[in-house]
């Protein structure tokens, strides 16, 4: 009985080995049939037959190596090779933010909202029961933003970009003396905003020791209001805006960096003064559905003018962080999220936005 039982397992250990034999070499067999319809895919993509070093003996239950392409270096930068790795976040993260632009006769349709918080106080002086009493004044504005985007892809590498956005701001003015409010006013205004158009354009493709390179151009119109009840709403004003984007790949991080310079024509005698900004920051694919993104942006805007006067100690130095997150809840819709810090006094202290844009 102990010599049939011995038998019978070695029989059996016989049959599995034969048995994992045949799997092994179905497996060869369906590997070697897909890297051959990945050298034909290749070839119709007029790609050069990739280089494959694969592990596939029988004896050896690990993945083939990974595939590299001649064509890596001649097109750098290219890591979009089918539709659905074009729809990873950190791709829509990208071109939501006018680094990426899109392809011809794509567009996307994006709802935007943002929040602001600014909070200043200044010192000053009231006069109470006939004493002149030093004091001070805070002045605290909340203003929200809704805003429309639209983008369109054109032949070229060039993309058509329109901004229609609607303010709401409120002013609160309060007046302490020995930490306790003495006056307080509150003002709010509310109006159109500026419409923007921009064309954008790549310039210059990723090479190995180079960044993609896009020049953006924007006018922003006088067609939103000034102010409203006494609030000014930052608009009513004629912009021409040239920007250039950097962006330099290191999957899963893309690094990017931008320049720009405003000009801003006179109106009604008035003029705010031109600005000049830069940034820098970089996008961290986490997931397929996942993006995070963190940036540093500074601006300098110069002293305004009154009918050809400057305002002394009107130019405003701005620096904020960003830290921003998006994420895929749909197969045309992004969904991002934003908080920004400011790190100098002329800055906004806090800001958050959440945008949808859908992509068609």
Known sequence: MILLLATT??????HQTQDLQRQLEQRDTVILELLERLETLEQELGIQPGKVKPETTSDSLEIPGRVETD????????VIVDESVAERALERSLTRDGALLLASGFFEIEPHVSYVRQEDAVPSFVMAGGNLIASETERNSDSLTADLLFRLGLPGDTQLEIGLPYRWRRNETVTNVNFSPLEASTHTGEGLGDVRIAVAKTLWREAPHSPDV??????????????????????????????LSFI?????????????????????????GDTLAANIGSYVALSPQTSLNFSLSMAYQEESKLSGSVLEGSDRKIGSLIIGGSTIIGRRTLLNLSLGVGLTEDADDVSVSLSLPMRF
């Open 9 to 14: 397992m070695v029989q059996a250990e016989e």
């Open 248 to 272: 330099k790949r290191e999957d899963p991080v893309v690094f990017v960096g931008g320049l720009s310079y405003e000009y801003t024509f006179e109106e009604n005698a008035i003029n705010p």
């Open 71 to 78: 064509n890596a270096q001649a097109a750098p930068g290219v």
């Open 214 to 243: 896009i020049a953006r151009l924007s006018w922003d119109t006088d067609t939103g209001e000034s102010s409203d009840n006494g609030v000014s709403l930052n608009g009513g004003f004629h912009e021409v805006r040239g920007a």
